[in-house]
């Protein structure tokens, strides 16, 4: 089973895409939808749909994992991630299989443990669990977006862990 995690933002969204084989998550592939800084903000969610879009297509997953949005700096911020989270899950409404909207704390218990980790023991729970390519991989992308890229395979994770849960209940 191939999971697409995303991490909503008007900026940088990251995405993680990862295989679940048994037990063992492996990485295949991350990055960041990265819009124009300054740009307007109609355009950022054009882009983001339509690279959304793009992802989709070309990856093929099985299904998606999207990160919830649950608090901002500001309220303007806040209102801002809602509308690019809007313009994700939009593209989202033509992908055939499940999408699994993930609170950041449910994310964040599914990797580490606890609710309350912070984004370094994430991108260390993933580095862990998909390997050395993982970390090196989101470092590449640079360190603005290193936990977009990180949190996104976070998600990922936690979707194939609900999915497995929901497989596992509903077989009893």
């Given amino acids: 089973m191939i999971a697409l995690g995303i991490d909503p933002g008007s900026h940088r969204t990251g995405w993680g895409l990862v295989r679940q084989e048994g037990s063992k998550y492996v990485l295949l592939d991350v990055g960041l939808i990265k819009t124009r800084a300054g740009g307007p903000l109609h355009e950022r969610l054009a882009q983001l749909h339509g690279d959304l879009s793009s992802l989709l297509a070309s990856k093929s997953p099985d299904l ?36 699994i909207d993930l609170s ?40 603005q977006g290193r936990y977009d890229a990180t949190d996104a395979l976070a998600v990922a994770v936690a979707a194939l862990q609900r999915r497995s849960q929901e497989h596992a209940l509903a077989q009893h």
């Fill in 64 to 99: 998606v994992g999207v990160e919830s949005v649950f608090h901002g700096p500001n309220t303007r911020s806040l209102v801002t991630l809602g509308q690019a989270r809007g313009a994700l899950l939009a593209a989202l409404g033509s992908f055939a299989g499940p999408v």
């Fill in 104 to 143: 950041p704390a449910e994310v964040k218990k599914a990797v580490t443990g606890r609710g309350s980790a912070t984004k370094d023991q994430v991108a260390h729970m993933m580095a862990a669990l998909l390997g050395h390519a993982a970390s090196q991989k989101a470092e590449d992308l640079g360190k």
